[in-house]
RNA sequence: UCCGGCAUAGCUCAGUCGGUAGAGCAAGCGGCUGUUAACCGCUGGGUCGGGGGUUCGAGUCCCUCUGCCGGAGCCA
């Protein structure tokens, strides 16, 4: 017999099928069944009528508890009152196991319970929504860059040491060594950049730090492109046209989901280019006209960023932000040396920076003398100087957070929902 | 690390002034041939987070510990 998908349940119409799946509840008029059956690509209501079913098969539906794995056979048939326009004729029901009780019942629970059982909780309708969603960003990016001349290289995730020295990493043992897991692809995409032209990396990032916001997680996935001969101006265009494609793409296929949602899709149909460019400057300016205490050189507080990306109706890029207040290898501005050539992009709607990036240091001297600065070791940085000793171009990247992406176009209120399992502060389970 | 808040049935919560523990949902049983968070009737279900204290008496007041939630800093 045909075995049929929810999701492709239009071409199966009029036909009887085999459907696999789990019961996702039931209800019941003492003679007709109403099933509604959750095979992974969606969910179908299976009608089953006493007079038309074996008796035993009959009772079993009636018993049987929710999230159950079952087998349902019976008619594909076009019906008005089905939210998807199709239900089943069921002919035949077959308990596969039965469960025991289901702890995530129709209604009523809180973030917390529902955490404990993540496991469980990836079964209903609206995680299926975001994480849906969460794999059509990712196939986005991935096109945007295939096709827009960028190679795929990998960073490794087990490092050396430091990328930036300053933050947190989770520190492990590498057959007597100290390792550590990355906190960002970067300084081997410039190796990559040199090698290729213009590459990206696309994988997990982790940060050991104790930061327990709706913004944060230990563990999230970061796709950083990096392009040699690329400036400030260029890399703020191609992160702009990038996050235009990425909206865009999730707008033309994930109407349903967005819907589900109940996601206002006004400010996504507003993401067109050109972003509003702010120079750092101007941003402290405005803030501080706004009443913020925010002082040139420092970076911007939770509520200066949520306060300037309101006052916008698209995403914001924030450029030339204090040299002091960034990485080590952020090039500064020749003609003002206090500001670098560093940009990132603010989501609207109060979710701030999805994108942080900008010019590399190109010269050798410089870099040195930056390291130097921020007290980091010489040795573990001589392969990172042999880019500058050999061909030193300008070359300019950026990385954007995919969690963080997805919450802001799912408009979720906690970044703990756009992953399949969060990694969360002093939270590992399940 | 710091600042707030919360903890009562499987879940979401109510519990007045300190006076013998409640509802809805879920579960179990019964009824119902078109239900959409179905509905109607009945039943079972509690170490009120742990420990200590005040009191004739503590879910309620005080101390303490634990767990969780939110926020700050830091960052994507």
Not at 67 to 89: H, M, N, Y
Not at 271 to 293: I, T
Request: glycine content about 6%; aromatic content about 10%; some cysteine.
């Amino acid at each position: 017999m045909t075995k049929a998908v929810v999701e492709k349940i239009a071409q199966f119409e009029g036909q009887e099928v085999l459907l696999q799946g789990w019961l996702a509840a039931k209800r019941s008029s003492g003679k007709i069944h109403f099933l509604q059956v959750r095979d992974g690509t969606g969910t179908i209501q299976c009608v089953m009528v006493k007079a038309n079913s074996d008796e035993e098969e009959f009772a079993a539906a009636d018993r049987c508890p929710q999230e159950s794995s079952i087998e349902v056979k019976g008619t594909v048939r076009k019906d008005a009152r089905s939210p998807i326009g199709f239900e089943i004729e069921a002919t035949s029901f077959k308990i596969v196991a039965e469960a025991e009780p289901y702890p995530i019942s129709p209604k009523d629970h809180g973030t917390a319970f529902l955490m404990e059982h993540r496991h469980l909780w990836l079964r209903s309708r609206r995680q299926h929504a975001i994480l849906r969603i969460r794999a059509t960003i990712v196939r986005a990016i991935r096109d945007y860059f295939d096709n827009n001349g960028f190679l795929l290289v990998d960073a490794p995730i087990l490092t050396p040491a430091a990328c930036e020295g300053t933050t947190t990493l989770f520190e492990l043992d590498y057959f007597g060594e100290k390792a550590y897991l990355t906190q960002s692809g970067q300084l081997y995409n410039e190796a990559t950049a040199a090698a290729f032209g213009k590459t990206y990396c696309f994988g997990p990032t982790f940060r050991a730090e104790k930061s327990k916001t709706r913004r944060h997680l230990m563990e999230f996935w970061m796709v950083e492109p990096e392009m040699a001969y690329a400036d400030l101006e260029e890399n703020m265009r191609v992160a702009e046209d990038f996050l235009v494609y990425v909206v865009g793409r999730v707008l033309e296929e994930r109407q349903v989901e967005l819907a589900t949602l109940e996601r206002d899709l006004a400010p996504l149909e507003a993401v067109k280019g050109p972003f509003p460019r702010v120079h750092y400057k101007d941003a402290v300016a405005k803030l501080q006209e706004l009443g913020s205490d925010i002082v040139d050189g420092e970076d911007f507080g939770a509520d200066d960023e949520t306060v300037l990306t309101k006052l916008y109706d698209r995403p914001i890029i924030v450029h030339h932000y204090p040299t002091a207040a960034k990485a080590f290898y952020m090039k500064p501005d020749p003609d003002e040396p206090k500001y670098c050539f560093s940009m990132d992009v603010l989501a609207p709607e109060g979710y701030g920076e999805v994108i942080g990036g900008g010019q590399r240091e190109e010269c050798k001297e410089v870099l040195e003398a930056a390291i130097e600065a921020h007290k980091l070791p010489k040795e573990a940085f001589e392969w990172y100087l042999d880019l500058r000793r050999y061909g030193s171009v300008p070359h300019s990247g950026f990385g954007l957070g995919v969690e963080r992406t997805v919450a802001w176009i799912c408009g979720l209120p906690h970044i703990r929902e756009t992953i399949p399992f969060p990694r969360m502060l002093e939270k590992i389970t399940p």
